[in-house]
């Protein structure tokens, strides 16, 4: 069965960084997709970006543009989002996805990213 | 940047329907899009429910039962996830996406109560 498990709770000072990993089974990796997803406390879903498993290729929200990459193993068949200068407001759960039909079929658990001084 | 309306919260019985809005702004034709919607329950995470661009253009995520349906009013600009016979289950938040200029927006979400 299609699984996206990812990397436990992090805490991390201001200013830091944090790389969060999705590692993915039950399907061939390089056939779809990822997407990064976050949430923060109490509110709605925010699109981070996505990678194509196949070429490397990305796409990030303008918003995290220069501070986040997206990158894969795919020798490990592991997604990883790396989000640097990490800002009080980066507290929020980190999801990983899978891209099917441009849709979102597979959600890995969520890591618990939490940006304290 | 792209921003999808929808009502932050909405409160049905059991049994009854539930229509879910999802408004997109102004210069962004609905019918161009194709709609996609999720379901989340407290401390999971989200789950897909539905595509929805046309009858002819939709997809039923695998395992939603049939009583989750996608619809667009096109005179409203808006994308509909109806919720037909509505159990104590379906009490979750509901978040609608789309994809514009290659990136994904997402809805605010609509919190729905069944009581």
């Known amino acids: 069965q299609v699984q ?13 960084s944090v790389k969060v990993s999705c ?7 390089s056939s779809y997709g990822i997407s990064w997803v976050r949430q923060a406390p109490g509110q709605g879903l925010e699109w981070v970006g996505w990678i194509s498993t196949y070429i490397g290729g990305t796409k990030y929200a303008q918003k995290f543009q220069g501070r986040v990459t997206m990158t894969t193993d795919t020798s490990t068949s592991t997604a990883y989002m790396e989000l640097r200068s990490l800002r009080s407001d980066d507290t929020a759960v980190y999801y990983c996805a899978r891209i099917i039909a441009d849709g979102f079929d597979f959600w890995g658990q969520g890591t618990m990213v939490a940006v304290s001084s | 940047q792209a921003v999808l309306t929808q009502p932050s ?7 009854a329907s539930a229509s879910l809005t999802c408004t997109l702004p102004g210069g962004i034709n609905v019918g161009s899009y194709k709609i996609y919607w999720y379901q989340q329950k407290p401390g999971s995470p989200p789950q897909y429910l539905l595509r929805y661009k046309s009858d002819s253009d939709k997809q039923q995520g695998s395992g939603v039962p049939s009583r989750f349906s996608g619809s667009k009013d096109a005179s409203a600009n808006a ?37």
């Open chain 1, 4 to 16: 996206l498990v990812q990397s436990g709770a992090e805490v991390k000072k201001p200013g830091a």
């Open chain 2, 9 to 15: 919260s909405l409160s049905a019985s059991p049994g």
């Open chain 1, 23 to 29: 590692k993915a089974s039950g399907y061939t990796f």
């Open chain 2, 79 to 115: 994308g509909i996830l109806l919720i037909s016979g509505l159990q104590s289950e379906d009490e979750a938040d509901y978040y609608c996406m789309i994809w514009h200029s290659s990136a994904v927006v997402f809805g605010g979400g609509t919190k729905l109560t069944v009581l």
